[in-house]
Nanobody, 121 residues
Framework: QVQLVESGGGLVQPGGSLRLSCAASGSIFSIIAMGWYRQAPGRQRELVATFTSGGSTNYADSVKGRFTISRDNAKNTVYLQMNSLKPEDTAVYYC???????????????WGQGTQVTVSS
């Protein structure tokens, strides 16, 4: 079984920073893609930042220049450094990964449980 565990959310004032982490564990053979999505109340889940299958990064326009995604391949972990946070960044942030796992090397998509980020004064 595969698990994605997020950490690092919380309450921060506008203009502040937070760093989210997501660690994938289990019988993982390889990670194809991994990144972050978010969902605000009453809105659809949206992409924030991801590493694509080709290894490049992809950011939502709303976070470009403020958020940075990075990874530690040895730890199957991705990070999201969020700077200059705005109230509109308030949402539950979810980690997502497309990976191959198990003895049959099956490809599957997994979501973490989510971590709340609240930007408010």
């Amino acid at each position: 079984q595969v698990q994605l565990v997020e950490s690092g959310g919380g309450l921060v004032q506008p203009g502040g920073s937070l760093r989210l982490s997501c660690a994938a564990s289990g019988s993982i053979f390889s990670i194809i893609a991994m990144g972050w999505y978010r969902q605000a109340p009453g809105r659809q889940r949206e992409l924030v930042a991801t590493f694509t299958s080709g290894g490049s990064t992809n950011y939502a326009d709303s976070v470009k220049g403020r958020f940075t995604i990075s990874r530690d391949n040895a730890k199957n972990t991705v990070y999201l450094q969020m700077n200059s946070l705005k109230p509109e960044d308030t949402a539950v942030y979810y980690c997502n990964s497309q990976l191959r796992h198990g003895v049959l090397l099956r490809e599957a998509n997994y979501w973490g449980q989510g971590t709340q980020v609240t930007v408010s004064s």
